[in-house]
């Protein structure tokens, strides 16, 4: 395979913009499928888990291998729900490239936000596909406004719709300006399109839109500027190249426009895929460090370079574990030993399979740049780095967010309890976001995720795909920790027995203080009055002891711990004892500096049609809500703010039952913020 035409792309976007739709018109175009899917029949293939079907929601992210014009394509098509945030966020960290969806009426959504901060933090270049445009109220130029606007980008239009509304016939081609035209009557699959003349009516538009085109690619792309600053010709090739470039450097994204339920526009997205997302080589060399050393090492995306991957999603499978990996240099053959080198374990690599949604076909071998699965592995997990044995690197890992709900669960019976744990396992397995374990006091198995529709989501696929009945406790929101002000305190552990005794002696400052971490650990031991291999001790246990609670059993968070004095025994000092002492010095200061219990706080957005509008309001202010921001989009009114998670349980039937069915809201996690007291006395 041409390394230069491999183009790896992800669909992402707000909840139903139209991801899954574009995908299927993908598949069906490049040859892939030979039946077009749709997500409302549940027949679509990138949807194939029962419950994505049942619901007509993507709730995992689904991968595939197809071709267009001699390019290969690694596809994958990810949700658009913030509870299955994880989806995207590992999609986008193996991707090259994306097509980021927009609804042509709903425009910049609150989730397309959540996509568009993910694709910035790993640098993934983009495409914007405009959708709907056969909807009444799509307004091509207001979305490509909000794209500048509220994602703060250079957005290009590269095309312009042709009619609007029921009237949308097809796009305007504003590099080659020429009009591409559907015909609904002919062909029902938008198969065959005619490429002809731009309508006069259209004409004096397209001029005006190609010559704020070319203005803006002169503005961000240096070998344009001279020739547009000069007056001189700029060639339909020229154009192309500095779209590539500006799109590559991520100093632009082009816009581009359809219908992709109607089946319009498709062809000439997968088109400027080709031409202007970046190949496997346009990507920086692949950086990590040497898991013995420390140092930075680069590998370049090259067959011929020492092998290196990312595993990026575990599938639980009957015939065992699939883990998705992206290749990243170098080659590797089924029957390879590899080195798991975060973890410093081999591993075998049985058998390798390039996927379909959930079919598979077996591969001989994966090469750099291809995305594939493959069966064998015991000791990865998601975010994961494999390589050489010989010339190990530990990739960058993925960062996940907290879990913040909770819900107790229990087998049936008795006979239930093994495949539960099983179950649980799996899932946990094969979800970062997904957390279980056992509750010290109570003896509770608790079930822990990202919202009310991922913990449900769970139970159903614990019931339709591993069999297992449970009950399911109410949920339950993930509280935190901090303190109120600064302490100073010491903390001992002496003990006295038969032969070598334990004696472990520190004084800690404990602060509030928000840094990158939830727990920031400095050592200001002077004059070696701790060693060193006592001070990691001391290092671990505050930090073990602030994830299991303190003063309410809950993680501590936003604080700042510095180790200031000590002692050390000759003969009784231990590893063991520095940590025991570390963590006793915690917990009384946590007590001294006043434990102030913190609650999750979700960013909203509600959109409603004007005449619910003041229901809607007065009932969101009685759940402690703060509204920032209210707009209008496309004939509805956008209500913004944030509200505690814990008033939000059931809102999308009390919404249903206010707006008789129109209103929609968008909830994702914000900031931790101080209870107020009610709130600790019902969950102490």
């Not at 450097?249 to 062809?267: D, P, R, T």
């Not at 899932?427 to 449900?456: C, N, W, Y």
């Amino acid at each position: 395979m041409n390394i230069e035409k491999m183009r790896n792309f992800g669909i992402a976007a707000h909840i139903d913009a139209g991801k899954t739709t574009t995908s299927e018109r993908i598949l069906y175009y490049t040859g892939k499928s030979y039946k077009m899917g749709e997500v409302h029949d549940g027949t679509a293939v990138m949807d194939w888990m029962e419950e994505e079907q049942k619901r007509g929601i993507t709730i995992t992210a689904a991968a595939t291998t197809c071709a267009w014009n001699d390019y290969q394509f690694n596809l994958i098509d990810t949700p658009g729900h913030v509870d299955f945030t994880i989806e995207v966020e590992r999609s986008l960290r193996v991707l090259d490239g994306a097509i980021c969806v927009f609804c042509g009426v709903g425009g910049v959504e609150a989730q397309s936000e959540t996509v568009w901060r993910q694709a910035d933090r790993y640098g993934v270049p983009r495409i914007c596909f405009v959708n709907k445009m056969d909807r009444i109220g799509a307004d091509f130029m207001k979305v490509v406004g909000e794209i500048n606007e509220r994602l703060g980008i250079k957005a290009i239009p590269i095309q312009m719709p042709l009619g609007k509304e029921q009237g949308f016939k097809g796009v305007i081609d504003l590099v080659n300006m020429k009009a591409m035209v559907y015909s609904d009557d002919v062909d029902k699959l938008g198969v065959n399109f005619s490429i002809e003349e731009i309508p006069a009516e259209y004409e004096k538009e397209a001029e005006k839109q190609r010559e704020k085109m070319i203005e803006g690619l002169a503005e961000q792309v240096d070998f344009l500027t001279e020739k547009f600053l000069n007056g001189e010709k700029i060639t339909n090739d020229e154009i192309k190249k500095a779209i590539r470039e500006g799109t590559i450097n991520l100093k632009l994204v082009s816009v581009m426009c359809g219908s992709a339920f109607k089946k319009k526009g498709i062809q000439p997205l997968l088109d400027a895929v080709c031409d202007y997302l970046p190949s496997p080589l346009d990507r920086k060399s692949i950086v990590g460090t040497n898991p013995y050393t420390d140092e930075e090492i680069s590998r370049k995306p090259l067959p011929t370079e020492h092998f290196s991957a990312l595993a990026f999603k575990i599938a639980s499978d009957k015939h065992g574990d699939l883990t998705f990996i992206r290749v990243y240099s170098g080659t590797i053959a089924s029957g390879t030993r590899v080195i798991n080198s975060g973890k410093d374990k081999k591993e075998l690599i049985s058998r390798i399979y390039k996927m379909h949604a959930n079919t598979r076909e077996q591969v001989n071998e994966l090469s750099s740049g291809e995305i594939g699965a493959v069966i064998g592995l015991k000791y990865t997990v998601t975010g994961d780095s494999l390589s050489d044995i010989d010339h190990p690197i530990v990739l960058e890992k993925m960062e996940f967010p907290d879990t913040v709900i909770s819900m107790a669960i229990e087998p049936k019976t008795d006979a239930e309890k093994e495949k539960l744990g099983v179950a649980l396992a799996k899932l946990a397995k094969e979800d970062p976001t997904f957390k279980v374990h056992m509750d010290r006091e109570t003896g509770q198995m608790i079930i822990s995720g990202m919202g009310e529709l991922h913990l449900e989501v769970i139970k159903n696929r614990m019931l339709s795909e591993y069999k297992v009945d449970a009950n399911v406790g109410a949920p339950k929101v993930s509280y935190r920790e901090t303190i109120g002000k600064k302490v100073e305190v010491e903390g001992k552990f002496i003990q006295q027995t038969g032969g070598h005794g334990q004696f472990g002696h520190v004084w800690i400052t404990l602060e509030p203080f928000k840094g990158e971490e939830p727990v920031t650990f400095v050592d200001d031991i002077k004059g070696g009055k701790i060693p060193k291999q006592f001070i990691r001790s001391v290092e671990k246990g505050i930090r073990e002891t602030a994830t299991t609670g303190v003063a309410g059993g809950y993680t501590l968070i936003d604080i700042k711990v510095t180790l200031t004095d000590g002692s050390t025994h000759p003969v009784d000092s231990s590893d063991l004892a520095f940590y025991t002492a570390a963590s006793i010095a915690l917990r009384k200061g946590v007590e001294m500096a006043k434990s102030i219990l913190l609650e999750p706080i979700m960013s909203l957005e509600i959109v409603v049609p004007e005449q619910y509008m003041g229901d809607v309001i007065s009932e969101i202010h009685s759940r402690r809500a703060n509204i920032h921001e209210m707009g209008t989009r496309g004939g509805l009114k956008i209500i913004k703010g944030d509200v505690p998670l814990a008033e939000m349980f059931g809102y999308s039937t009390v919404l249903r039952s206010i707006t008789q069915g129109r209103g929609t809201f968008t909830m994702e996690p914000l900031e931790y913020r101080p209870a107020p007291a009610k709130a600790f006395s019902s969950v102490a």
